[in-house]
């Protein structure tokens, strides 16, 4: 009897200790996630924020055959480049931090014998 209790025991404080592992890792990832969201959007405020002053230089510019090869329009255009560059890469890590935490569970994480 006192085997059992002991045996149940400790198959529930092995239960307790993987949910509390699976928990932190859920929290880190969701973390991280809301992190890169946070700064995708910070980004795409960027991206807006260029196309309405490469708008307005275009537009000063219209009368100038050359508006093209002007070099703050050029200057411009690379940091919008440049930008959503930045921007792929992040939703590149989104798409990697949205996972099944179950797929990447670490050596010695074995799960609980009832799941």
């Known amino acids: 009897m006192l085997d059992r209790i002991r045996r149940d025991l400790e198959e529930g404080l ?3 200790k993987w ?15 809301a992190k ?12 807006d924020e260029k196309y309405l002053e490469l708008g ?9 055959r050359g508006a093209i090869q002007n070099t703050l ?13 930045e921007l792929d890469l992040h939703m590149a890590r989104a798409k990697d931090l949205g996972d099944d935490p179950l797929e990447n569970l670490e050596q010695g994480d074995d799960l609980p014998p009832h799941l």
Request: charged letters at 40%; hydrophobic letters at 40%.
């Open 56 to 64: 307005k230089n275009i537009f000063e510019l219209r009368d100038d």
């Open 36 to 47: 890169v969201v946070y700064d995708s959007r910070k980004i795409n405020k960027e991206i």
């Open 14 to 16: 092995k239960t307790f």
């Open 19 to 33: 949910a509390g592992r699976f928990l932190a890792k859920r929290v880190k990832v969701e973390t991280s996630l």
């Open 73 to 85: 329009v050029s200057d411009i255009i690379s940091e919008i480049e440049s930008l959503k560059k």
